[in-house]
C-alpha cells in the first residue's frame, strides 16, 4: 500500500494544478488545433539556448576520454564549483568566494532539497512569502519541516513586519524567490535589508539566526531593475538557483548551492549540503553539464523577447479589462481574478477553459483570487488570445 500521505497530497484539487493543466492542454490541441488553443500553464522557456551553450555541447560531447562520465566529488568537479564561486561573487558584489562554498546540484529543485535536508530538524519551520513557488510546500515537508505562509505588502514586496511575527525558536530558515514566480517582483535592497534587520534582532535574541535562502533561477531576466545582493546584507545567507530559465535548459536538470563565505556555519552547512545531495539519491549533478555550464555560465543572453511578449501580453489584458501586477522580472504575469467570481481562481481558471485557455490558478501559489500566465510562449499564442480573454472575462 502505498503512503496515506502521498495519496492525499496527490488526490487533492491542488496537487501538480499546473502539470494538470499542461496535460490538459495537449489534449484540446490535439481536438482543436494548437493555433486555437492558448496554452500559459508551464513555464517552460522556449527561447533557444545561447550559441555558446550549444558549442560548449558539442564540443564536449567528442571527448572519448578515460572515465569522462564517471563519479567526481558529490559536491561536483572543482573547476564547476570554482566557475560557481566566481559567477556568485560577481553578482553578489563581493570580491572572492571559494571553491568550498559550493555544492553542484541537481537543478535549483535539487538544490533547495539538499539546503533543506542539511537544515531542518522534525517541526522545525520555514518561513515564505506569499504568493510562492507551489512546490516549496512539498520540499519543506520532505524534510520534516512546516510551512508559515506570511502575508506580502499589497504590491506583494517583502513585509518585515509580519516576517518579524512569524519567527519563533523554531524558525530555521525563510526562502525569498527574486524575481518572484507567480508575481514578477524583484525585492528591493531597502526590502532585503528589513528582512535582514529582523532576522538579525531574532537571532541575537535567541541564539538561533534563520538562513535567508535566496531561490534565483530568474535572476538575469529583468527588465530594467537589479536583483539586490544578499551575502553583503547578511552572514546567514544561501543561495540556491539554476541554468534552466537563463540559459534555457530545464531539462538538463543543472544548478548549485553557494553559502555566504562570512556564514560561521558554512564548513558544517556545506558538509550537510553534500551528505544530503548524496542521501537524497542525487549522488551528484549531471556531469556533462557541469561541465558545459563550467564553460559557459557568463554567455551573453537576450532575454528582450521576453519583455516584449510581456507588453504584448499587458495590451491584452487592457483590452479584456483584468488587473495585473507589473513583472518587473521573470515570465510570469499575475492577473486579479475578475468581478463577479468572488475571487475564486479554480472557479475562473476553469471557466477560461471554455475558451481553450490554460492559466495556473492563484491558490496553487499561495494566492488566491489572481491566477498567472506564463509568457514563454510563441507570440502568436499571446496576440490571438486577445478575443479569447475578451470573451471569457465579460462572460458572465
Partial sequence: MISKNIKALVESPSAGVIRKMFEEGAVLKQKYGADKVYDFSLGNPDLDPPQAVIDAIKEIAQD????????????GYPFARTAMAQKTAKEQGIAEIPMDCVVMAVGAAGALNSALKALLNPGDEVIVPCPYFTEYDHYIHNHGGEIVRVKTKDDFGLDAVTIAAALNEKTAAIIINSPNNPSGRIYSDEEIEA?????????????????????EPYRAITYGKKVAAVFPKYEYAVVVTSFAKNLSLPGERIGYICVNPACPERKDFIAAAIFATRVLGYVNAPAFFQKVIAKTWDAPCDYSLYEKRRNELIQVMDYAGLEYAMPEGAFYLFVKVPDGWNDDDLAFTNHLKDYNILCAPGSAFGGPGWFRIAYCVAESTIINSKEAFYNATHSR
Avoid: E, Q
Fill in 195 to 215: 528582512v535582514v534587520s529582523v532576522l538579525n534582532a531574532h537571532g541575537h535574541k535567541t541564539g538561533r539566526y534563520p538562513y535567508l535562502i535566496c531561490d
Fill in 64 to 75: 572519448t576520454s578515460h572515465n569522462c562520465h564517471g563519479y567526481m566529488p558529490n559536491a
